[in-house]
């Protein structure tokens, strides 16, 4: 999937990538019912149709047990955001979780340099993530996270390109676990589409929430 600026999963991984995944499946296949509920639910869960979702390697060493998908919001053949997120499960329980799963998160998108400067933003885009799982009624606990602005200047040879910013979320929380121990993956992930959606600029899909505030002026689409 491509990223605003280039693909989360760059390289020429091929097979390799592709071997990875099919060992994931695997390994979701084999492990503690709950995870299992959770990995089914993020596989059947209906998007928005701009917003293009596939499975990726899951990073093996945070959890037990791991479960990763790869999105990109997409208008025509461009990308205008694209994000990744991590589904962790340990069954005997994590003590700075508060519970035995935990939900991480990667977005990004560019922004107008000017509206990077603006000294908000950060506290803004964190609105977009809780306001995001406030808006369907998600109940969670022990969230944290990063807002990073970057800014890049191009000089010399590459002085005719403009300036370009990039935001970027990094964040993680522990989702509610309802019967059976399973929390509600399917709307934690729908919640995630939602930020997707709001970072890329997108109306929102359903009545929003007015607590959550809406930033103007984001760079135009990049090319995949």
């Not at 969670?140 to 890049?152: H, I, L, M």
């Not at 019967?179 to 993956?185: A, F």
Request: aromatic letters at 6%.
């Amino acid at each position: 999937m491509a990223a605003a600026q280039g693909r989360l999963s760059d390289g020429a991984g091929g097979m390799d990538e592709a071997k990875d995944t099919e060992n994931d499946r695997r390994e979701a296949d084999s492990a503690p019912l709950p995870f299992r509920a959770a990995v089914d639910a993020l596989r059947a869960a209906r998007l928005r149709p701009q917003i293009e979702v596939e499975p990726t390697p899951a990073p093996k060493r945070l959890a037990p047990y791991s479960y990763a998908l790869e999105a990109a919001v997409v208008d025509g053949d461009q990308d205008l955001a694209d994000g990744r997120l991590v589904l962790l499960h340990d069954p005997a329980g994590h003590d700075a979780w508060r519970g035995t799963f935990r939900l991480v998160t990667l977005v990004r998108a560019e922004l107008e340099p000017e509206m990077a400067a603006d000294p908000l933003l950060p506290e803004v885009c964190w609105s977009w993530l809780t306001g995001a799982l406030q808006t369907r009624g998600l109940t969670y606990g022990e969230p944290s996270g990063t807002v990073t602005r970057a800014s890049s200047h191009y000089f010399g040879g590459l002085s005719a390109r403009p300036a370009a910013s990039q935001i970027e979320i990094r964040a993680s929380w522990t989702p509610r676990e309802g019967l059976g121990g399973t929390p509600d993956t399917a709307a934690h992930l729908a919640s995630w589409c939602d930020l997707l959606a709001q970072i890329a600029g997108l109306p929102p899909a359903g009545p929003g929430d007015a607590s959550v505030v809406s930033l103007p002026q984001r760079r135009g689409p990049q090319s995949r």
